[in-house]
């Protein structure tokens, strides 16, 4: 295995890094001579059935379709009672590889069995590379309701190799890019410049979105530095995520989260600028950016009263309010709680009826 890049992170639980490298397989063979169980998400297992065909042979792995009804409870007891099955042990490693869903189930398991065993994510995802591979959070759903229960439990290592993009369908390569545009949003004016003049010309360019994911998790470490916890600063990280676990939801995940994100920083620039915190200029240039990202589907066949319904079980609220971030512009997101009144509620209406 090449290491041609490596990002290190600090956490109060343990400090964990990230290596970029240019054959994953090479690291999963070392892996594989320690007491290691793997999770597998299906559709990497089946892409690369032939490159994983050592973990395979040992029969110490757990081939999982990575749907949101897999991330539940119920679902995690599964996995550990094959866990225990299989006579893994504290002192034994899990090793994760595929996207988002199976980043969640791996940590969250890692973080309770035995109170806590070693584990080690191989993101195969533009979204779990870019965004979700550091900053700690393992996130289940309960019922209907989006990451309602989860922890905070670092991997060991990350593994990162762009390869795996080269099998992505495009909705997913773009749902990694809501991402990458919010850090770089959130960053401030130069980010927002970069990501602006080269978001075209990534989307075709290995190399290019190789350093846009190394800036994303750049971007990211200086936040979660301030705030691993999500106490404070750390919660601009959500910008777009009130609205956009909304839209996810009400379509039953057919619009992917970054996407669905994407959707939802448009939704928080408008309203910022129709309260007055946006000017704009600045909201018209920031919509150039996000237009390119947005899926093509009619939101308005949701429904305004379910969407509404939906902004009100955020698990971000806080009394009867909602709690979302808005912005006065790159580099400026700040959280604020809202009673859905009829104003609020006329601003999202008219945000539907002029973009729908």
Not at 38 to 51: G, H, L, M, N, S
Not at 221 to 231: P, Q, T
Not at 306 to 318: G, H, P, Q, T, Y
Request: charged share 25%; glycine share 6%.
């Amino acid at each position: 295995m090449s290491i041609y890049k490596t990002l290190d992170i600090k956490s109060q639980i343990h400090d964990y890094h990230v290596l970029f490298v240019d054959d994953f397989s090479e690291e999963l063979k070392k892996v594989s001579e320690k007491q290691a169980f793997f999770i597998i998400d299906k559709t990497v297992a089946d892409f690369y059935k032939d490159r994983l065909g050592v973990i395979f042979q040992q029969n110490k792995c757990l081939i999982i379709e990575a749907t949101e009804s897999h991330k539940t409870l119920d679902y995690v007891k599964v996995v550990i009672r094959e866990l225990i099955d299989s006579n893994f042990r504290k002192n034994n490693q899990l090793f994760a590889i595929g996207g988002g869903i199976i980043q969640d189930i791996t940590g969250f398991v890692a973080s309770i069995l035995y109170r806590g065993v070693k584990w080690e994510f191989c993101p195969t995802t533009l979204l779990a590379q870019c965004d979700s591979c550091i900053g700690s959070k393992t996130s289940i759903n309960v019922d209907e309701y989006k990451n309602q229960v989860g922890t905070f439990y670092p991997p060991n290592q990350i593994i990162l190799d762009i390869r795996f993009l080269n099998t992505l369908p495009e909705n997913d390569i773009k749902s990694g890019f809501g991402e990458i545009i919010k850090v770089h949003f959130l960053d401030g004016k130069e980010s927002f410049k970069y990501i602006a003049e080269y978001y075209d010309r990534s989307l075709q360019d290995t190399q290019l979105i190789s350093e846009l994911i190394f800036k994303s998790l750049q971007i990211k470490k200086r936040i979660i530095a301030n705030d691993e916890f999500d106490l404070g600063y750390r919660n601009i990280m959500n910008y777009g995520h009130t609205f956009g676990h909304a839209i996810e939801s009400l379509t039953n995940y057919s619009i992917r989260h970054g996407q669905a994100v994407t959707i939802g920083m448009d939704i928080s620039n408008y309203l910022s600028y129709k309260l007055g915190l946006l000017d704009e200029n600045t909201y018209r240039e920031m919509k150039k950016v996000v237009i390119k990202n947005l899926p093509k589907y009619n939101l308005r066949e949701l429904g305004l009263d379910l969407f509404f319904e939906a902004l009100s079980r955020d698990k971000k609220n806080v009394d009867n309010r909602v709690t979302m971030i808005l912005t006065s512009g790159p580099g400026k997101m700040f959280k604020k709680s809202f009673v859905l009144d009829n104003t609020v509620k006329g601003y999202i209406k008219t945000y539907f009826e002029e973009n729908y």
